[in-house]
């Protein structure tokens, strides 16, 4: 069954430093891979996604993610966080033709000033 | 409102009791999904319905646990004799269409203490 690791539970980080959250999904079967955020007191709100195509893709607010499939891995960054990206962040993965979203765990980045 | 709903926000319940969770999803919104997110965890997948139909109940934890949307709209989690194990946030997403790939929306979800 797919599962996905987020390693880090949290992580700190100075405002302006560069940041990278990780994830790692079990199964290299076709996949669509997500990257959702969760502002404190909100629901959780679509960061990006890779469905397929260049495995580099992008946020409107300056975050990407990599899916590399050798390494069943797609890791978010941003080159400059701002105090206003601390929030939970949530990988997800759905196998190709299914509806079923496995999310890990989670992240909490907290950008301190 | 133009996001998805879920009321109550919080619901303390003593064990042993019925409790009921309701989501309005997005108007139009085909999709409608029921996750339970522990604390310190990922949501987890419970059921999802396309229209009224539920397709997918196989993350259900036991038959104390229902769904129903029976009009295709709002959505109805039930929980039966309740458990300390129940405690968690009980989310719900919805999305436009049936597609494997669809972006989904959730709501802020209802925060279940069993006491």
């Known amino acids: 069954a797919q599962s996905v690791t987020q390693l880090d539970s949290q992580v700190p980080v100075f405002e302006e430093a560069p940041v990278e959250l990780r994830c790692n999904y079990s199964s290299s079967v076709s996949v669509y891979l997500f990257w959702y955020v969760q502002y404190p007191n909100q629901g959780l709100q679509l960061l990006l996604k890779?469905?397929?195509?260049?495995?580099l893709v992008e946020s409107i607010n300056g975050f990407e993610a990599e899916f590399n499939k050798s390494q069943t891995s797609f890791h978010l960054r941003k080159p400059s966080v701002h105090i206003s990206d601390t929030a939970e962040y949530f990988c997800?993965?759905?196998?190709?033709?299914?509806?079923?979203?496995?999310f890990g765990t989670g992240t909490r980045l907290k950008v301190l000033a | 409102g133009a996001g998805v709903s879920q009321s109550p926000r919080y619901k303390v319940a003593k064990r042993g009791q019925d409790v009921a969770l309701r989501c309005d999803p997005i108007?139009?919104?085909?999709?409608l999904f029921w996750y339970q997110q522990a604390l310190g965890q990922g949501p987890e997948f419970l059921t999802y319905?396309?229209?009224?139909?539920?397709?997918?109940k196989s993350g259900l934890p036991s038959d104390r646990f229902f769904a129903e949307r029976p009009e295709g709209s709002v959505s109805t989690l039930k929980i039966q004799r309740t458990q300390q194990e129940d405690s968690a946030v009980y989310l719900c997403?919805?999305?436009?269409?049936?597609?494997?790939?669809?972006?989904?929306?959730f709501g802020s979800g209802t925060q279940l203490s069993v006491l």
């Open positions: 997800a993965v759905s196998d190709k033709g299914t509806y079923k979203y496995i």
């Open positions: 997403a919805s999305s436009p269409r049936w597609q494997p790939n669809e972006k989904l929306f």
């Open positions: 890779y469905l397929s195509g260049s495995t």
């Open positions: 319905f396309q229209n009224e139909a539920q397709l997918d």
């Open positions: 108007s139009g919104h085909v999709s």
